[in-house]
């Protein structure tokens, strides 16, 4: 099961207090302030990685704390700083603070961001002496490290996304041209969450199946439609038994629009999938139809060996 959305909590370290000390040896009596200061608290981090599953290990763990740092010690001794947590994120993370909106994205594998500041040191006595006062107990609390409530939401980062109603044949399609085992089956929504897979250097994604009002959250709706932003291309697929694969296509369309205009600018190729089923008088109409869109248009059944490698060379060129 890939996670792509998590909400968690994380606390940076707090400050550790400083110390009030006084200089205490056999032939000084009277020494004076040297109570040090606290540490630094540890600071919270996220780093990126190439591991799409990176979210997974957010499922049951949802609370995440930096080390605090040590208070201080005599003898104007700092307390030690606390250890900085650095939790590593799939590249195509959005972080949002649920709390005041803030967002940072992680775009990159080995990319780093601080997102939760430790708690600073509390000063030591030491810091407060003066001619009038020799003898001081004053000194500073540590600070709180940031605390934050955070979604975590993966947004997946492939080259060619496969769009389409549910049961066109995407699966099969990614199965087919890259190592992937995605699940496949006769019935609706067989594929619940994104799938991946690498087609001679190039990265497919068949995302869950569209259906009529996914732009406002029916069925796997915008879980779906957030993966599509980061696709470089997308490959719409449109299944050859279809009884109107222009209508299908247009809804297809009309969804993604209404969730976001920018991702009818994508570059397109149509595939007519599952092309076994119709006869090539069928074909060439389903084609003719499809000449409204303006885009290339090409058939292709997993049975079919030519058909196959004729779309396997376009999608390279695509992406």
């Known amino acids: 099961m ?22 205490r040896e056999k032939f000084v009596p009277k020494g004076g302030p040297d109570g040090g200061d606290g540490g630094n608290g540890g600071s919270i981090y996220f780093r990126g990685i190439e591991d799409i599953t990176g979210l997974n290990k957010f499922r049951f763990k949802k609370e995440f704390k930096a080390q605090d740092g040590e208070p201080g010690q005599s003898r104007k001794k700092t307390g030690a700083n606390g250890r900085d947590l650095v939790l590593a994120l799939p590249a ?27 708690g600073k040191g509390g000063r030591g006595n030491w810091h407060f002496r003066s001619a009038t006062n020799q003898t001081p107990k004053e000194f500073e609390y540590g600070t709180y490290g940031r ?3 955070l979604l975590l939401e993966l947004r997946l980062v492939a080259d060619l996304g496969f769009i389409g109603f549910p049961s066109v044949g995407k699966s099969s399609l990614l199965n087919e041209f890259t190592q992937a085992s995605a699940k496949v089956a006769p019935y609706h929504f067989t594929t619940l969450e994104p799938n991946l897979g690498v087609m001679d250097g190039v990265i497919l994604a068949d995302l869950p199946g569209l259906i009529e009002g996914a732009s406002g959250g029916k069925g796997l709706g915008i879980k779906f439609l957030k993966h599509i932003k980061r696709t470089k291309a997308l490959v719409h697929c449109v299944s050859a038994d279809s009884k109107n694969p222009l209508k299908d296509y247009k809804d297809v369309r009309k969804e993604l629009g209404d969730y976001d205009k920018e991702l009818l600018l994508k570059p397109e190729l149509i595939l007519i999938t599952k092309s076994d089923l119709a006869s090539k008088e069928d074909l060439k109409n389903i084609k003719e139809k499809l000449k409204e869109t303006k885009k290339e248009v090409l058939p292709v059944s997993i049975y079919d060996y030519d058909q196959m490698q004729t779309v396997r060379e376009r999608l390279k060129k695509l992406a």
């Open 147 to 149: 605390k934050r409530e």
């Open 92 to 118: 195509g993370t959005v972080i949002k603070d649920l709390g005041t909106d803030e967002t940072w994205e992680i775009v990159q594998a080995g990319e780093e961001i601080l997102v939760a500041e430790g």
């Open 2 to 23: 890939l996670v792509d959305e998590a909400v968690i909590k994380i606390e940076a370290g707090n400050g550790g207090n400083g110390k009030v000390s006084f200089r």
